[in-house]
Nanobody, 120 residues
């Protein structure tokens, strides 16, 4: 299971940290990632982290602003979002899979999502 938390309403330029708690069979996956989907838009790759190698990957729209990290002891992945923009408004999903990828279809496990709204 994947359970996201930390979403909310913030102003442009603010920061927000999302959390994703991992349990069950998803404890043994190779890669975890974040995707987002704005209303009326397609799902967009945000960031991923390979559990074994530690290698991270970021989508072009968030590179330099977002940071993905993990706390192994707490089985939790984080997405630190800085310098938020209105275009970052979306439902954010925590996902897990067996390989690092930017494609949503490569991830078998999905959380229910947490809403992030950036508005003045």
């Amino acid at each position: 299971q994947l359970v996201e938390s930390g979403g909310g309403v913030v102003q442009p330029g603010d920061s927000l940290r999302l959390s994703c708690t991992v349990s069950g069979s998803t404890l043994f996956v190779n890669t975890m990632a974040w995707f987002r989907q704005a209303s009326g838009e397609e799902r967009e790759f945000v960031a991923s982290k390979n559990w074994g190698s530690g290698v991270t990957d970021y989508g072009d729209s968030v590179k330099g602003r977002f940071i993905v990290s993990r706390d192994n002891a707490k089985n939790t992945m984080f997405l630190q979002m800085n310098s938020l923009k209105p275009e970052d408004t979306a439902e954010y999903y925590c996902v897990a899979g067996l390989q690092s990828s930017r494609r949503a279809e490569d991830y078998s496990w999905w959380g229910r999502g947490t809403q992030v709204t950036v508005s003045s």
